[in-house]
């Protein structure tokens, strides 16, 4: 069994910063071997990609959106995954998933925490 845990949602105010984390657990999940990906889900609408880190090379691509304002980074030796998010705008609230997917030794499925809520208001 694994499992994805997210932390660090709370509510912020406009400009203000959040650092998210994703912790994985399971007896044989190695963390190296998942491409780890940020999404997220605002009332309404459909969940989207905001940030992934592959684990073969740390490629990172984010969201137009995020650009210069998030940061995704991974601990393998910490089985942990964090978005650093500055300068928060009301856009960006929403519930912010962690999903990982193995890529090696074969593409594997997605797995997915349970979400962290982050809001962004004055």
């Known amino acids: 069994q694994v499992n994805l845990m997210e932390s660090g949602g709370e509510l912020v105010q406009p400009g203000g910063s959040l650092r998210l984390s994703c912790v994985a657990s399971g007896f044989t999940f190695i963390f190296s071997r998942h491409d780890i990906s940020w999404y997220r889900q605002a009332p309404g609408k459909e969940r989207e990609l905001v940030a992934s880190?592959?684990?073969?090379?740390?490629?990172?691509t984010y969201a137009d959106s995020v650009k210069g304002r998030f940061t995704i980074s991974r601990e393998n030796n910490k089985d942990t995954a964090y978005l650093q998010m500055n300068n928060l705008k009301p856009e960006d609230a929403g519930v912010y998933y962690c999903n990982a997917k193995q890529y090696f030794p074969s593409r594997g499925p997605d797995i997915w925490g349970q979400g962290t809520q982050v809001t962004v208001s004055s």
């Open positions: 880190i592959r684990g073969s090379d740390d490629d990172i």
